[in-house]
């Protein structure tokens, strides 16, 4: 019935789209007469203040999986990349609670599509998005969520539950890129004990994030070092699967769990 509740909104957007796979400087388009997106039910339009890039945006651009795109009808060319969002609904969909209006500052991660977040405007499931935090700027804010939610799924694929997280020892390979520096935060404000590996340029930044053990993966083998662990969660490269494994503890409820994409 009800129609949704929207600013002013153009017809037409910017976007940087992909009209073909390959190589970032040879496939993007920055182009200012994309069509914007309009809400159906349960989703909400945002106007895209910043966005993030991670690393299967760069697999996508390059046209990694394609065959699972084509299969879910969405291979089609042109592409816009992105999941994350950060910026302020300027239009409400039917059937979406009071909880989220227009002019509200949101963030969150969209869900895989061919309309990404490399545009000016987006259409987000509201579910999907939460009001941004006034401490976080848009730009913070969009480096987070994807990101986090992909690590936290591997740690729940790895056994780890934010309710029995406490007094856990976690181990998280590969703590100074985009995913383990939000997920050693998160670990360590649920009360779990962090070792991490990080190349010679994060050791400092995991230190200060509060990991409680940090070896350089360059110069160390984190399996000489780490023992007993409950959860070890891979986030940076995948040949290490097997040193991951022996450094569990013994016995159930430990676990291993992979991000990497292969
Ligand atoms: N970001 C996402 O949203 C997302 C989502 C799903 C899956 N993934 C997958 O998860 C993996 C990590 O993503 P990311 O965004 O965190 O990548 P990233 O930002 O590129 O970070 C990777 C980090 O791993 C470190 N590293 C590389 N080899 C290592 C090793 N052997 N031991 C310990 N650290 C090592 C690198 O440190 P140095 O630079 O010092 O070597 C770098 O800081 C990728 O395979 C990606 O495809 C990512």
Redesign the pocket.
């Given at each position: 019935m009800s129609s949704s509740t929207a600013l002013m909104i153009p017809t037409s957007m910017r976007a940087a789209q992909v009209n073909r796979f390959g190589e970032a400087r040879d496939v993007f388009e920055v182009v200012h007469n994309a069509p914007t997106p309009s809400p159906g039910e349960g989703e909400v339009l945002v106007r895209q203040r910043a966005t993030s890039v991670?690393?299967?945006d760069c697999r996508r651009r390059g046209g990694y999986g394609k065959k699972l795109m084509e299969l879910r009808g969405m291979a089609d060319l042109p592409l816009l990349l992105g999941n994350d969002v950060s910026g302020d609904i300027v239009a409400v969909g039917p059937g979406v609670s009071d909880r989220l209006l227009p002019g509200d500052a949101v963030f969150g991660a969209k869900r895989p599509s061919k309309e990404g977040t490399y545009a000016e405007y987006c259409v987000v499931k509201a579910d999907d998005v939460v009001h941004k935090p006034a401490a976080l700027s848009y730009a913070q804010a969009a480096a987070l969520p994807?990101?986090f939610l992909?690590a936290w799924a591997a740690l729940r694929d790895a056994g780890l539950q934010a309710t029995t997280a406490a007094g856990k020892r976690v181990f998280l390979?590969?703590g100074?890129?985009?995913?383990?520096v939000v997920t050693i935060q998160v670990c360590k404000a649920l009360g779990a004990h962090v070792a991490t590996?990080?190349?010679p340029?994060?050791v400092e930044l995991c230190r200060d994030l509060g990991a409680d053990e940090v070896v350089n993966?360059r110069t160390q083998d984190f399996a000489e070092h780490l023992s007993d662990f409950d959860f070890a969660v891979c986030?940076?490269?995948q040949g290490?699967e097997k040193k991951m494994l022996s450094i569990l503890r013994d016995g159930p409820g430990s676990g291993y769990a992979t991000?990497?994409?292969p």
């Open positions: 991670n690393p299967i994807y990101a992909s390979q590969g100074s890129g985009g995913t383990g590996t990080a190349g340029a994060g993966y986030l940076a490269d290490e991000l990497c994409t």
